[in-house]
């Protein structure tokens, strides 16, 4: 589950362009080529491994007559191509990561988020939005919050809870209010679109990997509440860097590859929120993403282990 601590950015591709694999040691970020032989060798190693456990695994279950077993894997190899062939460009690492590394929880999750990309037709999935390629009501309800966050003064209010690594702060989680210290009452009003509000905090220096988020019936939307003086805090998608002193908006499809940094000497604090992602049959999808409130409360201890939380 490696991953690079540093970014290059790489050049702008095109939404129709074709899909391009490109030789990692040509685009992969620095990090990655300083990779030793031994542990190169190693990792090799481990990929040939779980290549064959698969593949005996379905041979396996083909000879003794369990021919579900074969059909089953297949499908999830299927379903995980299709999945990680959606990034633009493809850099082989990022195939090695999906499939071995931070991507696995969201290669197992990928004929889901697959169903989600279907069922949420004709809003075809862009990967990155801009504020007015969502539906009107996604449009005000941020809007709000946003609003509501910059009148709360969240920076004063939480300056002094923050730790010197990453933190984070959860008003609402899934829809369910929490209680917290900071008070925003606009925060605990009922949304149609919004399901998670909170703030993330990353201090000076502070960066995380490049990971994968794991579900698909939601998308990010980061605000970034007090603009750098530099190009130094940045969240990178793929190869578009989008530095927050240009605009504090980014709203993003987070089971893309990503990774966010703060190589400044000042905290980074983003408005952190989830949306419902748009589609013509919200009464189903308000099911679905609130009956995932119960998994992704297992899921976020993982994946928010390293942060400390504020309540």
């Known amino acids: 589950m490696d991953a690079p601590t540093a970014t290059q950015p790489s050049p702008a591709a095109t939404p129709d362009a074709p899909v391009e694999v490109l030789a990692p040691e040509s685009q992969t970020p620095a990090p990655r080529r300083k990779t030793s032989t031994k542990r190169l060798v190693k990792r090799v190693i481990k990929r040939i491994v779980g290549i064959a456990a698969i593949i005996a695994l379905a041979a396996l279950g083909w000879a003794q007559g369990w021919y579900a077993v074969p059909i089953i894997i297949g499908a999830f190899v299927l379903c995980g191509v299709l999945d990680v062939i959606r990034h633009r460009p493809l850099w082989l690492w990022q195939v090695d990561s999906y499939f071995f590394g931070k991507g696995v929880l969201t290669w197992v999750l990928s ?22 390629d969502l539906p009107k009501l996604h449009q005000e309800e941020i809007t709000r919050v946003l609003d509501a966050a910059r009148e709360a003064d969240l920076i004063a209010q939480l300056q002094d809870k923050i730790t010197d690594g990453r933190s984070m702060i959860f008003f609402k989680w899934y829809g369910k209010d929490l209680p917290v210290s900071v008070d925003v009452p606009a925060f605990h009003e009922r949304y149609q679109t919004i399901r998670t509000i909170g703030v993330s905090v990353f ?10 988020g794991p579900l698909r019936a939601t998308f990010r939307v980061l605000y970034n509440l007090r603009p750098t003086p530099d190009n130094a805090a940045f969240i990178q998608v793929g190869d578009r860097v989008h530095h927050w002193n240009d605009q504090p908006l980014f709203i993003f499809d987070d089971t893309l590859m990503h990774q966010s940094c703060n190589e400044s000497d000042h905290a980074r604090y983003c408005m952190f929120i989830d949306i419902v992602r748009p589609n013509k049959i919200r009464p189903v999808m308000n099911v679905i993403v609130q009956g995932l409130q119960f998994l992704l409360i297992r899921i976020n201890r993982s994946f928010y282990k390293r942060w400390a939380m504020i309540k």
């Open 111 to 132: 004929p889901f988020n697959l169903l989600m990309d279907l069922i949420s037709l004709p809003y075809w999935n862009k990967g990155i939005y801009q504020l007015q």
């Open 203 to 212: 201090n000076k220096r502070k960066s995380t990997s490049w990971h994968f």
